[in-house]
């Protein structure tokens, strides 16, 4: 019975994650229309703290040792406010949603290739097939979504914290996988969001003297980045990356553009191409391939 459990858990976890995960950028479009994006992030970090914090009490989860505390710190800055607040950073300064999102679709890319040098994780020749059929759907998204926009001035800021957010993603996944897969997922998460919570404090204070406006709008975008983003989805992040390889899991961020490009044009109106359509469809054979045992 247990083993049925483990193994749905194992099939759905991935298809459960890439929905949930794609709803951020949407959430974003949202929550930073009343607030700005490093106070709307420091807000979702110390709520869902919160919240991890107080299920974890009720709950009697294992506690973490000092090692452990230090690890899902670090992990916690490098996966949340580094990854998130340079995606947020890049979306104030403009910079074109095509192009950020071929900039996080280099992710998994640099995950799988520092993984197999600091993990030395095998990668098959279908894994490394499946990360080039996910780079080309992601490329062919993007193409698609920037021959739909105007030409705008690219700023070197934006492109920045973009470079940072995939190296902070990539760094924290590897810093997860190598030395954080024996730590009891609330409590480990619980730290994390707080330790990325402090660092974003000091940006949404300095930067933006805590804008948040509250509305209908801000409140639901930000209980929806919460409870679904920034427990459920992230939760079912790391048990996967506590089960699967590092290459494996960041994979499944191939999916990402091309599913928040389907979700923005039914919420947004947007255009939604044939290709678009085709790349999303590429990069889901890229991840099927990639997560396939050898």
């Known amino acids: 019975m247990v083993g049925d459990t483990t193994y749905r858990m194992e099939r759905f976890a991935p298809g459960i994650f890439v929905v949930l995960w794609s709803t951020g950028f949407i959430v974003a479009r949202y929550g930073t229309r009343d607030a700005g994006p490093l106070t709307f992030l420091t807000l979702r970090m ?8 107080l299920f974890a009490k009720f709950t009697k989860t294992m506690r973490l040792n000092r090692q452990q505390i230090g690890v899902a710190a670090i992990v916690g ?25 071929l900039i996080a679709g280099l992710h998994p890319v640099l995950t799988a290739v520092a993984g197999r040098v600091v993990l030395l994780e095998a990668l098959g020749k279908t894994q490394l097939l ?8 992601v490329g062919v998204v993007v193409i698609d979504k920037t021959q739909s926009a105007s030409s705008v001035e690219i700023s070197a800021i934006g492109l920045i914290a973009m470079l940072l957010a995939i190296t902070g993603m990539a760094t924290g996944t ?3 996988r190598a030395l954080g897969t024996d730590m009891p997922l609330i409590a480990g998460t619980a730290v994390q969001y707080l330790s990325a919570g402090i660092v974003l404090s000091f940006g949404a204070y300095y930067n933006e003297h805590w804008e948040f406006t509250s509305t209908t709008r801000s409140w639901l975008s930000l209980a929806w980045a919460v409870a679904v983003l920034s427990i459920i989805a992230v ?3 790391l048990y996967m990356l506590n089960r699967k390889a590092a290459a494996k899991v960041s994979s499944l961020f191939f999916l990402t553009p091309a599913l928040s490009a389907i979700e923005s044009a039914v919420l947004f109106g947007e255009r939604l191409g044939v290709l678009a359509v085709i790349g999303f469809l590429v990069a889901l054979t890229g991840v099927r391939l990639t997560t396939r045992e050898n």
């Open 46 to 53: 110390f709520f869902a703290a919160a919240v991890l914090m």
């Open 77 to 101: 800055v490098l996966m949340h406010s580094l990854y998130l607040g340079g995606v947020f950073v890049a979306a104030d300064q403009g910079l074109p949603a095509g192009l950020m999102a």
């Open 130 to 137: 499946g990360i080039a059929l996910g780079v080309i759907g």
């Open 174 to 176: 590897l810093l997860q």
């Open 235 to 237: 939760l079912v992040m």
